[in-house]
């Protein structure tokens, strides 16, 4: 686990087999914020559990990171098998999530699939930023608790204000998964961005802290616990 920088917290949930490092473009761009990062079950420094972990768990984990950094809430970003995650702790646990930001993600089971083999460049390290190769029991598991699990039931029970983000050439999580995303939650906001699915990667990632620090950073704070702020236009940048 890392905790880095000062202001308000923000918690970043890793993609698909991908370590803490994945973050370094991403958190150069942002600024202002103390970041907690960490790695999942069976990624880089963590161990790989036994069995396959269940979404419930992933997001009991990530919950327990906050309380281990003491935090009763934070911002969360999470992207790609992390934006899954976060969806998840959201439902769980929505006093402990400010704002919610889903980049490059879907509802899992019933999503619109994308390409196996764009799905491979996921587990090549960003440039400068070289990792170990991912353990490849820690990656089925990761895939196994998303094949079996799915947000559609409940993303209309989500009241956190939500940034749904997707790059508009996304072969992994086609731009729909982010539409239906956006469509089901009150009151998200979608974005689409230049590119592809790996917004982690130099340049695509300081585009991503663009878009989402002014989300972040936002005067007025609506609870959609008690009101549903008003849909706005979608847009690209």
Not at 38 to 44: C, I, K, N, S, T
Not at 48 to 71: F, K, N, R, W, Y
Not at 95 to 100: D, G, K, S, T
Request: net charge positive; glycine share 10%.
């Amino acid at each position: 686990m890392r905790v880095q920088g000062t202001g308000p917290p923000l918690l970043l949930l890793n993609g698909w087999t991908r370590p803490m490092a994945s973050w370094e473009p991403f958190l150069a761009a942002l600024s202002g914020r103390t970041l907690v990062t960490f790695d999942a079950p069976g990624v880089g420094a963590s161990a790989t559990p036994l069995l396959p972990l269940p979404m419930s768990v992933l997001a009991e984990i990530a919950a327990g990171v906050l309380d281990v950094v003491g935090l009763d809430e934070a911002d969360v970003l999470g992207y790609s098998h992390g934006g899954v995650v976060a969806q998840r702790l959201a439902l769980a646990a929505p006093e402990r999530v400010r704002r919610l930001v889903l980049v490059a993600t879907s509802c899992g089971l019933g999503a619109t699939p994308g390409s196996a083999f764009a799905l491979r460049a996921l587990r090549e390290p960003l440039e400068a930023h070289p990792w170990p190769r991912p353990n490849l029991v820690g990656a089925w598991w990761q895939s196994l608790a998303v094949a079996g699990w799915s947000s559609l039931p409940f993303l209309a029970a989500i009241r956190t204000p939500t940034l749904v983000v997707s790059g508009a050439r996304d072969r992994v999580v086609p731009p729909l998964n982010s539409a239906v995303l956006a469509r089901r939650i009150p009151g998200a906001d979608l974005v689409l961005m230049r590119g592809g699915h790996d917004l982690q990667r130099r340049g695509p990632a300081g585009e991503l802290a663009q878009v989402v620090e002014p989300f972040l950073t936002r005067d007025e704070r609506v609870d959609l616990r008690h009101e549903q702020r008003p849909r706005t236009d979608k847009h690209a940048v």
